[in-house]
DNA sequence: GACACAATTTACGTATGCATTATCAGGGAG
DNA sequence: CTCCCTGATAATGCATACGTAAATTGTGTC
């Protein structure tokens, strides 16, 4: 999974795979999305409708179309005379974010262990958890990043609820650039391995209350460390 | 966040109430959820943009992009060649529906208890316990259901946490047909009232474990009861 | 009567036209 | 030098135009 979009990743997951990207206004959506996720538009940054119309070489239309669905999912905002602008994410929206996060995925690990798992995905759990690990002893930040959400990513899809996954990876896609950028920045995530690997086995076992708890504990230990640490450092426009 | 939804419906508590309608776009998305909400475009109904378009008095490009904000909500599916129709909600959905609802109003209780809440809206919570009291006994079930909705609404919103508030809007709005349609057919909410009055208690006396367990209790009785409810009348197309 | 295929209709996706109105520059008053 | 007012500029929101492709209707064959 590349550090560009959650939907991406959905997609290349997902059985029917939206393949036939005939269609203007998607590719809009997605350009437009992978500019900001990669920070080729920075926090604040503004686009034109004409502007982004020309740069995608298309019409305004299908290019307005995929701002709204950008605004919608709070990654912009649209206003009336300076076209879309990146929204910054700030170290209360974080917060937000994280707050919400918590307790969306806390229940997607709840059902994932209330359900049971089978072995080809917890399988797949475990190797993210071992990449997570190899990642680390190699200092490579990214690719831990990575491993990381695989792993969180794979967890919310077993949860099979569609509206759970699909929030989550709205609000994933709004903190994305906040955790690409603090990750440099932040303690290295040592302990991240035992608390995954013991949310794994409360799945594993059948303990929905624990796989709750830890992921939950989980979480919310992240989100405070992230608010902390843009608190700490002034950093408000991300 | 849609300026619609949720909130409009009880624009009585919203400060801002949205009189700039100026935008066509705003009005059509407005109309038409109202439409579906009402439930004069029942699950399955399907509307063509110019049909609608003509129907609104408004040309297709302000019906299109409030079609396309629906199909973000999850109200509608839009077809190629067919409009966008109006999507079901069957007992699975409700069960998705309810299962993060639980968890989303479980951390807005949690929250509210945790940051305390004041005179004024405290009193708001009670005086709506106290309609929910009042209707039940006058045997009124709309007025309860209403009272219902705007205690929850009030307590979300005193979360203060704006994603939180848009997301439980969203799956509101998804259930609310379904609520409104089984309001008659399910079991007198007599135990609602003695619920919500612990949930104020807790909220009141600062118990965030409390207030999220009691609250997440009651929401998940309430999916439970739900969900079967739909089940044994067969009922997936609400 | 059923079915295959062609002609026609039509809904959509996108491009473009246009009136409105906010923004900005420039000049004059204080 | 600053501020205000006015006209030019430009971005938008919406209407409309248009080509494409799906759906539907009609026709002929078996």
Redesign the pocket.
């Known amino acids: 999974m590349s550090p560009t979009s959650r939907v991406d990743a959905l997609s290349s997951i997902d059985a029917a795979a939206p393949v036939d990207r005939s269609?203007?206004?998607d590719v809009a959506y997605d350009r437009l999305k992978r500019l900001i996720l990669d920070g080729a538009l920075p926090a604040g940054a503004q686009m034109?409708?004409?502007e982004a119309a020309t740069r995608l070489n298309?019409?305004?239309?299908?290019v307005?179309e995929a701002m709204v669905r950008l605004r919608q999912e709070g990654m912009v905002e649209?206003r009336?005379?300076?076209?879309m602008r990146v929204l910054p994410v700030s170290a209360r929206d974080m917060a937000e974010i994280y707050e919400v996060l918590t307790a969306l995925e806390g229940i997607a690990a709840e059902a994932v262990a209330r359900k049971g798992i089978a072995a080809r995905p917890l399988a797949s759990l475990r190797a993210a958890v071992a990449d997570m690990d190899k990642a680390l002893e190699a200092g490579d930040l990214v690719n831990w990043a990575e491993a990381d959400e695989r792993f969180h990513f794979q967890l919310v899809q077993l949860s099979g609820n569609s509206r759970l996954i699909q929030m989550v990876g709205q609000l994933w896609d709004q903190a994305h650039r906040a955790r690409m950028l603090t990750l440099q920045l932040r303690p290295t995530p040592t302990n991240s391995v035992t608390e995954h690997a013991a949310l794994v086995d409360a799945i594993a076992s059948g303990d929905p209350e624990s796989a709750r708890q830890i992921h939950e504990d989980h979480r919310r230990r992240a989100g405070k460390m992230l608010v902390e640490l843009l608190e700490r450092l002034g950093l408000t426009q991300l």
Chains 1, 2 share one sequence.
């Open positions: 269609n203007q206004a034109l409708e004409q298309m019409s305004r239309t299908p307005r649209i009336p005379r300076h076209g």
